[in-house]
Structures are given as structure tokens and as C-alpha cells.
């Protein structure tokens, strides 16, 4: 284990002299069903090995295993892997925690031939924050289960556990609300560029949140409001002050919209939507959005989050806003997402972390995904800078905010620009992976020299999953 590449980088690594060679007839035993039969079907697939799953198994090639004292606290998602030369067993308190050493297991195997050999000794491992998250935007650009499904597996194997759904926004609605049919037939017919949309139904959704579930990635829903409500506004004229909907709208501008905040029916909407996305997510946040409401006063800012934020509390979620919900009064356990770059937290932020806020940290010169890595980029915005794998790699979330409670980081894709799946891939690939590591790994253990020599051994991982990425020079 002396030269592993794996990320995000293992807590502790003790090397052995040994090796530990997958054969023909090895089998896994495995204390989680599904963690167990995620590992077969990946070295399944990657090794033309039958690798059957058995119950017991002392002689099992692969054991993986709950409970058992491995040395320190490591908590909930901790794992303990041990690699001998007879075989190799993963131990853990939790099946999140199997998975996890089952990731770091997978990427201690060849990236696409054998022989298949597992490298020698002991890896101890837990996270440095307990919300490793990234973000996708299916309301400027809508994307299918598949392509949602697929992003999460991707997240799932740099033991990323959230996934932050954009689904709401101008451009499009992307979940039906059954009291409100036509948020899906009328604002979810539309996207940047005037291209059909689309809308997930409630099973669809359900099918994305169990996938994600199975990889223990929590589906966090945003219902981004009082601003970036176009499609909603154009579904329904009740919820315009005026009473008149607005165009479909497929630009890019952003804080030209708002719900009527001083109408009833705009709660019973929220009401509506929040209750029935609630029921759908097991998850413990609603994400409320909040950001960029331009077209709403002060006042009026201020007014409908006092209404709305208790909503959620009622339904038994725990808010998530972006920063700009931090002058509001804030509610138990809220959490604020700050997006905001340069060096100086805003008044808003300062506001959220006087509340006692738990932050969540995407700084968008940072860790924007949508951002273009240079000028050249073909695709992706530049508003915060350009942001390369380095630029999104070598910092401190302690250091970012003073005095902030961090609960987390997480990486948004917004897809302004972004209209396929091989563009989801360059803007997400090698960024994604430093995030991860950011989230996952010591800050002691973080180098940029270290790191690069292991995310490039990642490169033909990658193109064996059927992955592109942008071949940073600073890494490739
Ligand atoms: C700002 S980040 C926005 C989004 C845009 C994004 C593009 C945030 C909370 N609001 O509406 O998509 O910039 O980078």
C-alpha cells in the first residue's frame, strides 16, 4: 500500500509486504446484502469473475463485516480495511461503513485488467465532515433518471453522501406536485435554450432517491423560492400579484421573479409543494433556495421566510437556504449555504453565523463545478473566476468563514451551459474528485503534489467507466 492512489485519501495507511491476488474461485461474504452485491456487480463486471456471495464464509476472499472493535472511534461511516495475502476484510459499524471501504477496496484493484491484485496492509478511515455533497441543476437543463442515477454513482465512489437536487428554478418545474398538476405539464415544458424540459414524476423521483439511498447518498430536494419561481409563475397567474403568468422564459438572467408574497395562495402553494416533496424524501433537509431574489423588497423578503421556514419544521425537515436567508429569523438546526467568493464573508453570512447557523460550504470560486477551468473551456461560466483542480483543491473550510459551524462541503453543477452528459462530465471530472477529498480527508493529510499523483492514476479508471474529463495539464 505504499504507492496507492486512492481517493479521497485514507485517514491512516499501514503497509504490509504482502499481496492479495482475486482468483478464479474466490467468493464474498458480506454482513450487508446490498453493500455485498454492489461489490460483486462492480468486480463482476470489471473482472469476468463469478465471485458468488455466501453466507458465513470464513475462507471468503472478501469479507465484509459489521460490528467488531477496530481501534478508535471512527464513527458512523468509519471502516477499517485489512488486505492479507489468504484475503481481504472490510469491518465496519455501519453498511454506510462498508461501503466506503468498499470504495477505497475498488480502487485499490487494477482500473481495467489483471492481473487482479490487491496491495498489502491496513487502512483505518473516517470522514473529516459529515455532509460531503454535490449539486446538480436539472431546472436549466432538465436530466432523466439515468442521467441523475449515473451522477450519483459517480459522486457515491468518492464516498460523496449528498446529493443536491436544483428542481425549481426559471427555466422549468421538475417534480409533479399532485395538488398542483400543472407545475409539471406547463412549468416543467420549457429549458435554457427553448428545448422540450421535462419533469420528474413522484415514482421517478422515488427511484432516484432509493438508487441513491442504496449508496447511502441523502437526496437533499430545493425548491428554490420567493425568486427563481418563472415556471411556477407561468403554470399558475394566481401566484403573480398581478394575476397574469408570465412567458415561459428559456435565458439565463437570473432575480427577475417573484411569488406573491402577500398573497394567501402563495403559502398554500408552498404549503402544497413542501408537504408532498417531503413525503418523498427521507432525507431530513428541504432546501427552500433563497437566493437572488431581486424583484423582492427587503420587507417582503423577510416576511415570507418567517412563514415559510416554519412550514418545513412542521413537516419535520430541518431548512436549508442559500446565505442570503441569513438576516431572516433563523429556525432549529438551520442551515446556511454559502456561495459567495473573495475573501470577505458579507453581511448575510455574518448574519447566518450570529444566528448559529451550520454552514455549508461552496464557495463558488472554489468549488463551482460550472465554473470554466480557463478561458478556453468550451462550456461553463466565469462570473466567480476560473476555477482549476488545484484552485478547487488546495483550501481550508475551517478557514473560510470565522467562527462558522461547518457542516459540510458541497460541489453545485449548474447547468446554464451544460446540456449533455459528456458535458456534466467535463465540467464534474477531476473537480469533483478534490472536493471529495476536501470533505472526506485531514487537512494534514491534503497536498496538492500528492493529491495530483493519485486523481491522475484516475484518468483511466474513468475512461474504462465510460467517464470523460477535462485533462488538466496542472494533473494529467
Ligand atoms: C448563481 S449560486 C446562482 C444560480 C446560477 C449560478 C451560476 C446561486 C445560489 N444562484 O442561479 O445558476 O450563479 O453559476
Known sequence: MNDITVVPVPARVEPADV???????????????GVGALLASALRAATGLALPIVEGGSEAAIALRLGGDFGGDFGDEGYELVVGAEGVVVRARTEAGLFYGVQTLLQLLPAANGPWTVPGGRIVDAP????????????????????????????????????????????????????WPELATVGGASQVGGGAGGCFSQAEYTRIVEFAAARFVTVVPEIDMPGHTNAALHAYPELNADGVAPAAYTGVDVGFSTLAVGKDVTYDFVRDVLTEVAALTPGPYLHIGGDEAQSTTTEDYLAFLDRVQPIVGELGKTVVGWHQIGPARTVPGRVAQYWGHGPAPDEDVLAAVAQGDRMLLSPADRVYLDMKYT????????????????????????????????????????????????????????????????????QASREWDGFRTRLAAHGPRWTAQGIGFHPDPEVF
Open 375 to 442: 478561458r478556453e473551456t468550451p462550456i461553463g461560466l466565469d462570473w466567480a473566476g476560473l476555477v482549476t483542480t488545484r484552485t478547487a483543491y488546495e483550501w481550508d473550510p475551517d478557514r473560510l468563514i470565522p467562527g462558522a459551524a461547518v457542516l459540510g462541503i458541497e460541489a453545485p453543477l449548474w447547468t446554464e451551459t451544460v446540456a449533455t452528459t459528456a458535458d456534466i462530465d467535463l465540467l464534474t471530472f477531476p473537480r469533483l474528485p478534490a472536493v471529495a477529498e476536501l470533505a472526506w480527508s485531514p
Open 19 to 33: 499481496v492479495f491476488a482475486l482468483g478464479p474461485d474466490a467468493v464474498i461474504a458480506s454482513d450487508s446484502p
Open 128 to 179: 473529516r465532515f459529515g455532509y460531503r455533497g454535490a449539486m446538480l441543476d436539472v431546472s436549466r437543463h432538465f436530466f432523466g433518471v439515468e442521467v441523475v442515477e449515473r451522477f450519483i454513482e459517480a459522486i457515491s465512489r468518492y464516498k460523496m453522501n449528498v446529493l443536491h437536487l436544483h428542481l425549481s428554478d426559471d427555466q422549468g418545474w421538475r417534480i409533479a406536485i399532485e395538488k
